[in-house]
């Protein structure tokens, strides 16, 4: 009932269809509906799976599944509807212990093909080929970016997910998609975050947002100094986010 009323409001203007068969007999709310339910209550994460689970056990719920070919067909169409349905559900179901007022931000590697002369075969038009220098190894792959809300002793909430290739930097990446969407906010985030420039005073007056990040370390500067920085950082984790919350 949650897919319907979601499809009929919002969902429907992603992926309307302008054939005769604009009104298939098996709906994509059907379709999405099956997705979610096999992948959530049932742990199936490949769509045959899913495709044959609804077909041995919801036969009498959903009489006219169609084959598997046409479902993964159809499942793939509702993209841009499952990106919006992601975006609705974390807005719509942010637990109460959330600090609205505090942010975490990073990005990690997914890597959908590793080896030096294999071809990408999944996401051809969002992964690029790349070094990993930490494993030594060449890859395909995309970047996750992921700003979610802080929760004392718990793992952050997401607020926003955005995929990008990876020789995209960060930095840019959060200034295209949330840099002018979010406001009074302390955000905090890695080295590659920082930019005096762009966080300036006027920043903070005009959006109120703080970006903070840890010192950069300095190569003529001691020991001493380097271990003040990184007592300085640990402090404001400990103090905003709980001791074992990043």
């Known amino acids: 009932m949650y ?55 919801l036969s009498s719920w959903f009489p006219l599944l169609p084959s598997y070919q046409t479902f993964n067909l159809r499942l793939n169409r509702l993209s841009e509807c499952f990106k919006i349905l992601s975006q609705r ?30 071809e990408a075969k999944v996401a051809r038009g969002v992964v690029n080929k790349g070094f990993c220098s930490t494993k030594k190894q060449y890859y395909y792959g995309l970047k996750l970016h992921a700003l979610a ?49 762009y966080f300036n005073d006027e920043k903070k007056l005009d959006r109120n947002i703080e970006m903070l990040t840890p010192v950069k370390s300095i190569n003529e500067q001691s020991e001493q100094e380097k271990q003040r920085n990184k007592a300085f950082t640990i402090c404001f984790q400990t103090l905003f986010l709980g001791s074992d919350s990043l």
């Open 3 to 57: 897919i319907c009323d979601l499809y009929d409001s919002e969902l429907k203007y992603c992926c309307q269809r302008y054939i005769n068969n604009n009104i298939p007999a098996f709906t994509d709310q059907k379709i999405m509906t099956i997705y979610l339910f096999a992948g959530h209550c049932q742990k199936y994460f490949e769509i045959k799976d899913m495709h044959s689970f609804a077909k041995e056990y």
């Open 89 to 118: 559900l974390m807005d719509s179901f942010i637990p109460d212990d959330c600090d609205l007022d505090i942010s975490l931000i990073d990005s990690m590697l997914i890597i959908t093909c590793a080896g030096r002369n294999r």
């Open 149 to 197: 809300f802080s929760r004392k002793d718990k793992i952050p909430f997401p607020e926003s997910i955005t995929f990008s290739p990876t020789e995209d930097n960060d930095l840019t990446i959060f200034k295209l998609n949330l840099g002018d969407l979010i406001s009074n906010r302390i955000i905090f985030g890695d080295k590659i975050y920082s930019d005096f420039e």
